[in-house]
């Protein structure tokens, strides 16, 4: 039966890796490299070092497959990204049929942890559907870009007996949830944070978590909108690309 890993490399730091995850790493045969294009050599490069500096049998192999491209403004948001979803699963069944033989073992490596806005578990579920291939998978957890953000802020996202929301830019431009006083912003190119005007609100930032080049930046929130978007905005003109996340705090919880 052939093995496939779906393994969270966490979110920038080569020492995120867990135990799990180097062992995981050691079986792998064939390693499913997708290429998502712009900023993404970095991050194409960081997942071969991990395999360099992690694997002690250098006999794995690479394959690289490109990301089918996607409508950035699309009409509808759902569909198209369920359109996208269906040529991603193209694609990762043919690597997984084509590259794998019947006893041979395969990899995606993650970024942060597969259960946080990725989509590859979403992809092997549609392709286990399909029936076409016969495949045994597991997924390795790994640290997630939020995870390091408290991390490195050495806060607790939640206060105590209260609830956390996880959300994205996307959406806390349509407006903060009223019952949540702890809001974790993820995929946010806009800088959503600037549109709330709450001076009870604090912000907790973090780009290139886990990186050399991180940057935090926290306080009350209308005071360092401005501050965030202008680093944000020089951060991702020097290097290209930037992955930002944030919690946004109400205060006296
Ligand atoms: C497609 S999601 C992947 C999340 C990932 N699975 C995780 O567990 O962190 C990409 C978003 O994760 C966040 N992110 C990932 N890595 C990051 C990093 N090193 N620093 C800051 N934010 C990061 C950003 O919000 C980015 O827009």
Known sequence: MRKVFVIGIGAGNPDYITVQAINALNQVDVFFIIDKGQEKDD???????????????????????????????????????????????????????????????????????????????????????????????????????????????????????????????????????DDADDVVVMLDGDCAFKAIDDPAIDIYWGAYLGTEDEILMAGQLPERAAEIERVRADAKARKGWVMDTYLLRRRGG
Not at 60 to 65: G, I, L, P, Q
Not at 115 to 128: A, E, F, N, P
Not at 151 to 173: D, E
């Open 43 to 177: 991050l194409i490069r960081l997942r071969k070092d991990i395999c360099e500096r992690y694997i002690k049998n250098k006999s794995y192999r690479m394959v690289e497959a490109l990301d089918p491209p996607r409508d950035r403004t699309p009409a509808s948001y759902e569909s198209t990204v369920r359109a996208w979803h269906d040529e991603r699963a193209d694609i990762y069944e043919r690597l997984i049929r084509e590259e794998l033989g019947d006893d041979g073992c395969g990899a995606f490596l993650v970024w942060g942890d597969p259960s946080l806005y990725d989509s590859t578990l979403r992809i092997i579920d549609q392709i286990v559907a399909r029936g076409t291939v016969a495949f045994d998978y597991e997924v390795i957890p790994g640290i997630s870009a939020i995870q390091a953000l408290a991390a490195r802020h050495r806060i607790a996202l939640n206060r105590i007996g209260r609830s956390i929301h996880i959300t994205t830019g996307r959406k806390v431009a349509e407006g903060l949830p």
